[in-house]
């Protein structure tokens, strides 16, 4: 069973930095994309952020110049850097990630629980 977990969320001043992190456990033969996805109230889920298994980037032009996306592929964890953050920024941020468990299974699209992100005074 694959489970995507997330963690480093919290409550933050406007300007400040949070790290989330968000690591990958189970039967796993490979992992290729891994993401970020947020979902403020009364707002559907929008793109953060991704990264392939190689290490290219893409971010949402809200979060440009602001968040930083890696990835450690030994630990099987993705993370994301959150600088100068914005009372716009609060969400429950969610993981994603493109796994395939096994040589005989295809890859499929898991998603964490999520974590809260507050940003307020």
């Known amino acids: 069973q694959v489970q995507l977990v997330e963690s480093g969320g919290g409550l933050v001043q406007p300007g400040g930095s949070l790290r989330l992190s968000c690591a990958a456990s189970?039967?796993?033969?490979?992992?290729?994309?891994m993401g970020w996805y947020r979902q403020a109230p009364g707002k559907q889920r929008e793109l953060v952020a991704t990264?392939?298994?190689?290490?290219?980037?893409n971010y949402a032009d809200a979060v440009k110049g602001r968040f930083t996306i890696s990835r450690d592929n030994a630990k099987k964890t993705v993370y994301l850097q959150m600088n100068s953050l914005k009372p716009e920024d609060t969400a429950v941020y969610y993981c994603?990630?493109?796994?395939?468990?096994?040589?005989?299974?295809?890859?499929?699209?898991?998603w964490g629980q999520g974590t809260q992100v507050t940003v307020s005074s």
């Open positions: 990264i392939s298994s190689g290490g290219s980037t």
């Open positions: 189970g039967s796993i033969f490979s992992i290729n994309d």
């Open positions: 994603n990630a493109d796994i395939r468990p096994s040589t005989t299974i295809r890859l499929r699209l898991y």
